[in-house]
């Protein structure tokens, strides 16, 4: 029988059960930068829903933001980039993450009300001169918002970071590995560890189709500058999605001027996807840092 038990399970996974629990992702991206070897990054995420969520409207990839999943989640961030003249130079990056999303139903409050919390340690360790950085990059982060209409969130919130190493793993993980180490440097923006945030979400289905599109937008207030993002993805099935991202942190001394991408992700059944994504980082004038990434990943749900 447990074997029977088993074996449902794997199949409902496999060819698509319309409710899941828990989701696990993956992912590499292979890193180009100009002045350093290239090399590869791997980020790793889970997350337990405390109710099932239900899978059977709207985009599959958005089903959690769409049923206001509450949540906890996972996630953890590796690379290793070399010095391109000096093999013996190299810094290696680990980063784990432990999140929390809540939404919640009130009577004192006449829409859906949001919150999260995050905690992100990083360690970066060199190499040739054997320094470690002794803060760990310890990141800490709240968000408070609320659902006006159906399917649009507003957020506001607050981020202490360490330093400029220190990484958020699930932008990592949603954004890619430039855009997470730009938010960072961003947000330690001439050595301040506080900054404030903003961002809004929105999904809707286009009429008449079995189409959808979504926008989100973020944004990050360092000392009177601000620095925003925009990502957009066209779902033209429930299973079928092409995306674009752009990033613009000129306001800072950050070393990267523009960060632009594409996305494309597919549900091979409603319960297994696969995607791919492409970014590029155009450095400020004097720097030398341009930078490209190709990235594949992949989800399942059960």
Known sequence: MKKIGLATAVLLAMTGAHAYQAEVQGQSEYLQTKGAESTYTGDAQGT????????????????????KASNVQLGYHFDRQKD???????????????????????????????????????DVTDKETGYKDKDHGDRYALEVGAMPA?????????????NGYSLDNFKAFNNGILNARNEANTANYRYKTDAV??????VGAIDNTNMAVGFEVDSIF????????LATDLYLTPKFSVGATYADTSAFNSGTDHIWGGNVNYFVTPAVSVGATFTKANATDGATDDSQTIGMNARVRF
Request: charged share 15%.
């Open 150 to 162: 159906d399917n649009f969130l507003v957020a506001v919130g607050y981020t202490n970071v360490t």
């Open 48 to 67: 337990f829903y405390f109710k099932d969520v239900d899978a059977s409207k709207g985009p599959l990839a958005e089903a959690a933001f769409l049923n």
């Open 84 to 122: 391109f003249n000096d093999h013996s130079s190299s810094v290696k990056t680990q980063s784990y993450g432990a999140k929390g999303e809540a939404y919640y139903t009130t009577s004192y409050v006449p829409v859906p009300v949001y919150g999260s919390v995050s905690y992100n340690h990083t």
């Open 222 to 229: 360092v000392r009177g500058s601000a620095a925003y993002g």
């Open 197 to 202: 945030t903003a961002r809004a979400k929105y």
